[in-house]
């Protein structure tokens, strides 16, 4: 990067390492005489220096400054790690503090996290000056670190602290000078989203490149008096800066009312020396405490639940509507740092900012209160709406292919400008001013001003009709990426399968084996039990409204029983009483009451509550969770021996199972010093609860789609294996008889390595209710397809110690389960390593970090948490995958289509003008004019409104602007075209009837018909003949030539099939093309002397008009037969390439090709262990990482 800074220590850092917005941040010191030589070069170029140093912020950096260490730093310049490598400059910031707000710990040492919290000011304090310097990157801050030496993220609380350490300062609070100086470290609590005035979106808009050149091409045409051309695009550009202006302006507005209210709601604040208080909520700062009064209150920040309990809507966040509980950090956790345990372990205290408290309950302390965790964009919320401002570029080869064809055009235009000013230098008849002008025309030629518009058209088309559909984008360009999708995740509940589910049966353990299952059905009750207690208890749902609400399954359970939810006023206000319904048969128990919940944790993959039946004082312990895990937490005596095969049994048939469990654990007593660990152990096992989750009726014939269109589809869940794969057989995401091989890895233990198992399954028959019943089927061991399933635990695994083979496993791993949300982002991000173009579909909280890392992520949620997802739609399948499929694909092919149509009208008209400037002519203003916006202009904004075909094509477009047969048909047609203007411009003057400098040797004007037909000359007129300016017969053959084959290629490229509809199913272009013909046969035929004159035009024979004619259709056929007998010719490059032994580069394609020269590849049984003499090579994969292709 720039001048070499190697030798410089501590020039550079990293910072959010490993995240998305991973950057590189260089230190450089401001030099007042390279400044001076910038402004000096910047006058001497009319500002031309300015704009470049402000396009290229790294130039900027590297011109003014000098290398430097950063703790000297005054100028910081950022770099992304990604494959974009975008530079932004960032000036170091000093703050100052005031000295009497900088008091240590403010008197009260003794607060652990103040003092925790002085500790890190200790460590960024500049003494005596009391300040500290940083950098905003993104609306985060930076502040330096003395100790350390790097820029650190400035977020909140300390995580080191302990559960203890965050309860000692529950009493007191913080003191209006401790808050005064967090506020000026961390920042003000707001997510402020700027609505930027009009005046400076305009500014920024016009200092895009695209606009400073139309702004350069208007001053040269005024110049040259094409004053109509010019003040047309000066027309169309306003109309363009208003739209682009109005939609930025537009979203801003959007975003803002998003966080509006997040900045001015009233907290009743803990103040020291002064008690609750209110304030506004965008003064919290990290370590104040305060409360949380009640429902439809919305978290105005991170905080951390100090006591009494909560339940709150994270649909924000998550994009599940299921209400959360919330419970306080217990001061019992233990001496280490409170974020232990993984993530789903310490959520369960943290209330996020933007939820929404549903309800609140409280303990002995009286009111529920919260510790402020972290503030501004560093919360949940903050982090969604930095996503949303900052998204992700997209890697597109379109845009960069499209970026060095303007860099080709361009240099095509400075030949140009070489040949023009020889030409007319040579002439010397004008002036260096005329020269000049004529010369920098010719770039305004070549590079037209409109080809990044005319891209970007068929994007917004089929952005337009993707809303309709109900597909909705954040982030338009992303459309022509889903042209290129060839592998999609899906989830599997909610997106594959139905939302609900239904119970099928109880499975209950009897004797050490299994009783015959109890099957739900209308009338037919369950009878009192352990098992039935565990259903009625053993659920985190609440009353809202008076009805339950809360995860679609345990709803089924508890509906099941006919009971009721009944808050207890009596045995306190943390406590639930569960109580028979109207409709519940006899119980001998008036009601069972939970006195605590142990909620699910995803990590743990369990749930626990603590009973007690009324007028009884046993304290009971009932469980639920993956079976696999319940049964591992009961003792082995009740666990019986044909479990493994029992769960199989129903989860092989796309069954979703739950194990029950519970345990005695005497008379009820004091319940806070109860562990979780300890109750949930030495359990005894109750049974298996089966449920129903149906596939929805679009899942099938979508993926069969995807399938015949030769588009892999992956299932990526947090569901059980057994069941994904059953799901994946009846979707046919795995064909029948294919073979299914399950990879399953351990870590390493002691001295045993890290091993990988491989197992061939077999698949049972469906709906059998014994073991005995159920057929097993065996596969074809020997067939050639094969897919890979595995656990998450087996992902992580195989990502720590066997990553070279990974890629093998993903190109044909099929489905993953038990999959974390980290999980799933990461597997987006393998595929993607691969240079598969990834699509993500899912619909609720594990989905969205996946959503964000893909290519194309489709959100089948609407909640504010969506809004990260580059696509949100309204139809609830997965219908909508294959429709943006055929709309990106239109809107690829749509753009190609108008790369090449601007092409070779740019160069037609290019060619037509350096012809014309060897006799020392042009094109005239309103030829030039008609060109460009009855033809040109109109045809960009109609060609692009073909509908996408409604059929998935069994292969994708071109990936590249620059592949072969793009560029050859491009070539091929610039030269046809220059064939046919030269020939045109020869043969004229071949013409018995052609005098060069007299226009009227043809025909007179007056008698244009009468002299038209035998080609002599009327002598006897007596008109008079004014200036010829533009005219001449080389001028109207060559016009009128460029004229018509812009229409002609304009058909020629609009090819239909099989990405879009058929060419006359885009009615307002045909009409176009018609209309257009007819006013330039108008042009050719008709005798119109004012007309002519007006267009600057001459009077031919009738035969050279015949013979113009003659040469367009001959032109327009050529033309025809190179697009579809040469350009669309798939058998012709397929035999081409074959002859070439030219292969696709793509790191997934190498790969299949050396897969398929390895005999023993799939291992179908067996274990291998990491660092053994088998070792998995994978040198197409590595040769690729290492070139970086």
Known sequence: MGPKTDYIDGHRQLINTGEENEMEVFGYKTQSCRQALCIVGGLLTCGFLFLLLHWKPEWN????????????????????????????????????????????????????????????LKKNIVTPELKFRFIQVQRVKYIWDLTGKQFVKVQGLDDSLSSRDIHSLSGDGLSKEEQEVRRVIVGPNTIHIDIPPIWKLLFKEVLNPFYVFQVFSVILWFTEQYIEYAITIVIMSVISLALSVYHVRQQSLKLHSLVAYHNNTLITVCRK???????????????????????????????????GGCVVNESMLTGESIPVVKLALSQLEGPGPWMTGGSDSFKRHILFCGTQVIQTRTDGQGVVRAVVLRTGFNTAKGQLVRSIMYPKPTNFKLYRDASRFLVFLITTALLGVVYS??????????????????????ITIAVPPALPAALTVGILYAQRRLSRSGVFCISPQRINMCGQMNLVCFDKTGTLTEDGLDLWGLSLAKDSSFAPVFQFSPGVVLPWGPSFVAMVTCHSLILIDGVPQGDPLELKMFEATAWVVDEDAEKGTQSVLMKPGPQASKAPVAG?????????????QRMSVLTLELGSDELVVYLKGAPEKVASLCRPETVPASFPAHLSLYTQQGFRVIGMAYRSLGLAGDLSSISREAVESELTFLGLLILENRLKPETRPVLQELSSAHIRSVMVTGDNLETAVTVA????????????????????????????????LVEPK???????????????????????????????????????????????????????????TSLVEEFQRLEFVVGMCGDGANDCGALKMAHAGISLSEQDASVASPFTSKIGSIECVPLLIREGRAALVTSYCMFKYMALYSMSQYLGVLLLYWQLNSFGNYQFLFEDLAINTVIGFTMNLNHAHPKLAPRCPPAKLMSPPMLLSVVLNIMLSLALQIVGFLVVQQQAWYLPNDIYSACAPGNASSSAGNGTHNSTLSVPKPEPGFKSYENTTVWLLSLFSCIMVAFVFSRGKPFRKAIYTNYLF????????????????????????????????TAWRLYILVMLVVYFVVALAIEEFIIENRALWWWLRRCAGVQSQSCYRKLQRALEKEADWPPISGTQYAGSSMAFDNTAFEEHMETGQ
């Open 729 to 760: 057989n009846d979707s046919e995401m795995v064909p029948k008889h294919s073979r299914v091989i399950q990879v399953e890895a351990a870590p390493p233990s002691g001295s045993n390595p890290a091993s990988v198992t491989w197992r061939l």
């Open 273 to 307: 020396d002064e008690g609750w208080k209110e304030v506004l909520s965008s003064q919290l700062v990290p370590g104040d405490i305060f409360q949380i009064t009640g429902s439809k209150q919305s978290v105005p920040c991170d905080a951390i639940l100090l006591s």
């Open 421 to 442: 000013v020889c030409v007319w230098s040579l002439n010397g008849q004008e002036s260096a001013g005329q020269v000049i002008s004529k010369a920098l025309d010719v």
């Open 61 to 120: 950096v590297w011109t003014n400054c000098t290398p430097c260490c950063l703790e000297q730093a005054d100028v910081v310049l950022l770099r992304t790690t990604d494959d974009f490598q975008s530079y932004r400059r960032k000036a170091v910031l000093w703050v100052s503090l005031a000295a009497g707000s900088c008091d240590g710990s403010g008197g009260h040492p003794e607060a652990p996290i103040l003092s925790a919290q002085m500790h890190l």
């Open 592 to 604: 069972v009451l939970v006195l605590q919940q142990f909620p699910f944790s995803s990590g743990l």
């Open 1070 to 1101: 045909v009409l176009v093309l018609l209309s257009q013909l007819a006013v330039c046969l108008v042009f050719l035929f008709a005798d119109v002397p004012g007309l002519y004159q007006f267009m600057d035009l001459v009077c031919t024979p």
């Open 766 to 824: 469906h709906n059998c209710s014994t073991i005995d019943s159920c057929v097993i089927t065996e596969l074809d061991q020997n067939s050639s397809d094969y897919h890979f399933v595995m656990t998450g635990k087996t992902y992580e695994v195989i990502l720590r110690h066997f990553h070279s083979l990974l890629p093998k496993l993903l190109l044909n791993g099929t489905v993953f389960a038990r999959m974390s949300p980290g999980q799933k």
